[in-house]
T-cell receptor
Framework: GAVVSQHPSWVICKSGTSVKIECRSLDFQATTMFWYRQFPKQSLMLMATSNEGSKATYEQGVEKDKFLINHASLTLSTLTVTSAHPEDSSFYIC?????????????FGSGTRLTVV | QKEVEQDPGPLSVPEGAIVSLNCTYSNSAFQYFMWYRQYSRKGPELLMYTYSSGNKEDGRFTAQVDKSSKYISLFIRDSQPSDSATYLCATNAGGTSYGKLTFGQGTILTVHP
């Protein structure tokens, strides 16, 4: 089935630094990538939707200058948390949409736990 | 009001019990309904999906959708300790290959031996 590889699985960074999270679709072309964040014991909250080759669409309340999304190819999307602060500590998950019809449309990465100290 | 409401639990059952997980939704445009299982510190994995009203069975899992009452359910028969996870219902309006998912809060399930 469709696989989305997400790295790193966890990262600790200092306040004020930037962190990049990568998601790669391994066996299909991900024309659309969704980025979520999840706080402990809470559901997934959609942050942004990106289509390959175009600017991401951010959900209301998500700072686009803080959470930079790049979807330059059909198999790679990245989320960069810029000038991270402790309140950005969360679990970030990507989801790619497979339009090939080979599998159901949405495949999730394994998530990245970000801790900002 | 949230578009998808789900009782967060936690729910604790003995091994072998039948588990019933439920969600309600408010948007009549939702047509596709999914259940995801999420283990701690992992991404969600798709368990079941159904289109419109009806039942779908896959092994020990049965998904039900009642669009008239905007109610979706997941039943787990002969529950196992390995079923202990968070279960998330999700919907979308645009079909299987486009449109963002709207998730419920998730129900934390523990199956104890």
């Amino acid at each position: 089935g469709a696989v989305v590889s997400q790295h790193p699985s966890w990262v600790i960074c200092k306040s004020g630094t930037s962190v990049k999270i990568e998601c790669r679709s391994l066996d299909f072309q991900a024309t659309t990538m969704f980025w979520y964040r999840q706080f402990p014991k809470q559901s997934l909250m959609l942050m942004a939707t990106s289509n390959e080759g175009s600017k991401a669409t951010y959900e209301q309340g998500v700072e686009k200058d803080k959470f930079l999304i790049n979807h330059a190819s059909l198999t790679l999307s990245t989320l960069t948390v810029t000038s991270a602060h402790p309140e950005d500590s969360s679990f970030y998950i990507c989801s790619a949409r497979d339009n090939s019809g080979a599998s159901y449309g949405y495949t999730f990465g394994s998530g990245t736990r970000l801790t900002v100290v | 009001q949230k578009e998808v409401e789900q009782d967060p639990g936690p729910l604790s059952v003995p091994e072998g019990a039948i588990v019933s997980l439920n969600c309600t939704y408010s948007n009549s445009a939702f047509q596709y309904f999914m259940w995801y299982r999420q283990y701690s510190r992992k991404g969600p994995e798709l368990l079941m999906y159904t289109y419109s009203s009806g039942n779908k069975e896959d092994g020990r899992f049965t998904a039900q959708v009642d669009k008239s009452s905007k109610y979706i359910s997941l039943f787990i028969r002969d529950s196992q300790p390995s079923d202990s996870a968070t279960y998330l219902c999700a919907t979308n309006a645009g079909g299987t290959s486009y449109g963002k998912l709207t998730f419920g809060q998730g129900t934390i399930l523990t199956v104890h031996p």
